[in-house]
């Protein structure tokens, strides 16, 4: 049985290089709007900006990383990769469990 307690997660995703900076903060809110809108709250979202990546995808060879740390309810985590996993705008997107002590390495 799943577990109704909000558990603090952080996704690191991806969004194409070819947008504007505009463009980038509109993905960025529609991700954070999709978790409120699931029942979760943002604790911080970070932007790290255009990095190269370490290898192509879908022929692109660098993308806007964004780091965001939430808590969210488990149950409503796989409709938050479903939903990453459809837009244009992010081409690639980890969600891992946040672990409250561990280094930031991105």
Known sequence: ???SINKP???VYIVRPNLDEDAVDRTVASVE???KAQGGTIETTDKKGRRRLAYE????RDGFFV???FHMKTESVAALKRMMTISEDIIRSLIVVHEKD???TL
């Open 57 to 60: 995808v879908d022929k692109m």
């Open 9 to 11: 997660y952080e996704v």
């Open 33 to 35: 709007e999709f978790i």
């Open 67 to 69: 780091l965001t740390v």
């Open 102 to 104: 561990s280094a930031k």
């Open 1 to 3: 049985m799943a577990t």
